[in-house]
């Protein structure tokens, strides 16, 4: 879902239009760690369309509104994040997420230090401790944004059921890996956003050549790899330090290696992590990273849906499934970049022609 906005950038809101896009892309099931409008009733409107099966979008999860600190990151008033100041409110702003009916809580723990920008405000280890152990309470999985070791280790001893990041200021090691696997924590990826973070202009020359049905509008690659707009999209967000950039790939092997469940996530939305075709090239990074295309494969679909909990609908083509499926014109098991050649998207039994729902959609 939508991102920060780069300079000169509005966020945008139209939501269903964002998703019927993701569709086209080939993907029939999508999870939101932050929805940047804090109207919860509208995240719950816009899930309850999204999963009727006739609907031309993909089936929509998430968790609603994030929950940060003030002068942390993602505390400006365009995220719509929740921002408690102590324990007590913390658990409130929970209680409220679940009254909402959201399918899980996201906290942002964390100094940002591995962007190689100046840190920001931390969340007080007690209020991050509180809204894991309130999620606990009413039922719901606590994820959280910690892509440093340190701050993930201190989350996950607090009970966090899943990192939305690959850890990259380090190699995670073996305390963290234990820990991972007593909580039964999921690992989700986002080695695109980083890639972006990184070389942006070079990140959009990989989107474009993956792109082989030319769906990404030129002037929008265009614009990044033009040396102005890279170095105003670098001034913007930083750079992402090459050291951290290896860290983050290595860490998705050693958790894949460990028996970890990995998630593909992107980070779409966020300027630079363009929809759909990110999406596309987190599977290629992890294949680059050392996951078979199979592994890669089941990164998103059979993966996340035991983690949702939606296995016995979702993830796999089986009799008795909902019928969401993904035709392509030639094999990903022998190539992943054939993830980018989709023929149809079923979603709910409906066929879909993507080129015909990006027409639409734009």
């Known amino acids: 879902m939508p991102g920060p906005p780069g300079p000169g950038q509005e966020v945008t809101r139209d939501e269903p239009r964002i998703l019927a896009q993701m569709l086209a892309w080939g993907f029939t099931t999508i999870f939101s760690t ?5 109207d919860l009733e509208a995240f719950i ?10 609907a031309p979008m993909p089936r929509f999860f998430g968790v609603g509104r994030a929950i940060s600190v003030a002068g942390g990151h993602a505390s400006q008033p365009r995220f719509g ?9 913390a658990r409130a702003n929970v209680r409220t997420l679940h009254a909402a009916g959201v399918d899980g809580i996201k906290l942002i723990y964390a ?3 591995h962007t190689g920008r100046p840190p920001v405000a931390a969340m007080p280890i007690a209020i991050m401790s ?31 059921d899943g990192l939305v990041h690959s850890i990259a200021d380090a190699p995670v090691d073996d305390e963290f890996i234990d820990l991972m696997k007593k909580n039964r924590a999921s690992y989700t990826t986002t080695l695109a956003s980083y890639h972006a973070f990184a070389d ?10 993956l792109d082989a049905r030319g769906a990404v509008p030129e002037n929008v690659t265009a614009r990044f790899q033009d040396p ?21 790939r290595a860490n998705v092997r050693r958790v894949f290696d460990a028996g970890i469940p990995v998630l593909a996530g992107t980070d779409s939305g966020v300027t630079g992590v363009l929809l ?20 890669a494969l089941r990164s998103a679909t059979l993966t996340p849906a035991r983690v949702l909990g939606r296995e016995k609908d979702l993830g796999t083509v089986e009799p008795n499934k909902l019928a969401d499926i993904l035709l392509l014109d030639a094999d990903p098991t022998i190539d992943i970049r054939n993830i980018a050649k989709v023929h149809r998207v079923v979603k709910g039994r409906v066929v879909y022609d993507p080129a015909r729902l990006l027409g639409t959609s734009r």
């Open 130 to 160: 509180a809204i894991i152990e309130e999620a606990h309470a009413v039922g719901l999985r606590a994820y959280v944004h910690a892509p440093q070791l340190r701050f993930a280790k201190e989350a996950l001893r607090a009970g966090a």
């Open 81 to 89: 994040s929740f921002l408690p100041t102590s324990a007590d409110e």
């Open 276 to 295: 759909g075709v990110s999406s596309q090239m987190e599977l290629v990074l992890l294949v680059e990273a050392g996951l078979t295309p199979a592994a």
């Open 34 to 38: 932050s929805h940047p409008n804090p």
């Open 111 to 113: 100094d940002q230090a």
């Open 228 to 248: 102005n707009g890279a170095k105003a999209y670098h001034a913007f967000f930083g750079t992402f330090p090459p050291d951290n950039l290896a860290y983050a």
């Open 45 to 54: 409107s816009l899930r309850r369309q999204a999963n009727e099966d006739a």
């Open 200 to 209: 942006v202009a070079a990140w959009m020359r990989q989107l474009r050549a």
